[in-house]
């Protein structure tokens, strides 16, 4: 067996040939160096458009909050997978998975699936990072992905981030965030997916032209990390019509949780996976 890890930010390379294949090397590479990367046409129209409705729907019925977002900046729904085939299908994206597998590393998790429409007048959010409950580690904890579902600009409250701040691991300071007012516009067409990594020092701008800008929100964390959402009531009933990846990525492959399970076995092929997959 395998002792070493990768170097934190190392692109493998498998993943530097499977990222060359689907065109997004330097995506993945931006992604180290800058935190951030902006990948166009992830997703086809066709699939966009009745996603945008299963958002739409799912938000409207739930109207969950965000933070200090008020109800008439717009609205999310959270624990999105199983409600619907095309949320589920999001995920299975090879760019998606490509870009999960170099950030959170061999059988990484899905942590959070959740969805966001924002209205004319939304006010930004305040500038954070993501991984608020990780300590600092160089190996990037966590990630997010969002699939942009309508035209994203500066205007059309696009997410803001601060190229490089991911180095810092921490959060800014309130006047560091004060200093970085403007930072990048993750702006991008329908379909284009925008992503930023666990310490990322990001935000949004306010919406300031009509309409509405609908978002699915896919983060991702690293097999040893606890994933926001819990979604153990989904079973093999749901699990049989997915590829096996989908299984891994709710953690049924990973060895944690099963110690002693199963009338006391082991379950060691599991735990030799997951340390293998660890140092992926
Ligand atoms: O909605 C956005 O544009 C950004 C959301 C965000 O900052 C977050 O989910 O952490």
């Known amino acids: 067996m395998e002792f070493a890890y990768p170097e934190p ?140 579902l309508d035209e994203l600009s500066e205007e059309a409250g696009a997410t803001r981030v601060i190229p490089g701040s991911h180095k810092l691991m921490r959060n800014p300071g309130l006047n560091e965030a004060a200093a970085c007012e403007k930072g990048v516009a993750m702006s991008g067409s329908v379909g284009s997916m925008s992503i930023w990594t666990g310490y990322a020092w990001h935000a949004n701008f306010a919406r300031s032209i009509p309409g509405e800008r609908a978002l699915l929100h896919m983060t991702f964390c690293r097999l040893g990390y606890r994933p926001v959402e819990d979604y153990s009531d989904l079973g093999d009933d749901f699990l049989s019509r997915w590829p096996p990846v989908m299984a891994t990525m709710l953690g049924r492959n990973s060895w944690l949780g099963l110690a002693g399970r199963n009338g006391g076995r082991c379950e060691m092929e599991h735990y030799t996976r997951m340390w293998a997959a660890a140092r992926r």
């Open 9 to 148: 930010w190392s692109i493998s390379g498998e993943i530097a040939a499977r990222a060359g294949d689907l065109g997004v090397l330097g995506h993945l590479e931006q992604l180290r160096d800058e935190g951030y990367a902006n990948i166009p046409s992830v997703y086809d129209a066709e699939f966009c458009r009745e996603l945008r409705e299963a958002v739409v729907d799912a938000t409207a019925r739930e109207s969950g909050g965000y933070f200090d977002l008020k109800p008439s900046d717009g609205r999310s729904a959270y624990h999105l997978l199983g409600a619907n085939d095309l949320f589920a299908q999001a995920l299975l994206s090879p760019v998606l998975q490509v870009v999960a597998e170099y950030l959170c590393g061999g059988d990484f998790l899905l942590s959070q699936l959740s969805a966001s429409v924002r209205y004319e007048g939304a006010a930004p959010m305040a500038l954070h990072i993501d991984s608020q409950w990780i300590p600092p580690t160089p190996y990037n904890p966590m990630f997010t992905a969002c699939l942009a």
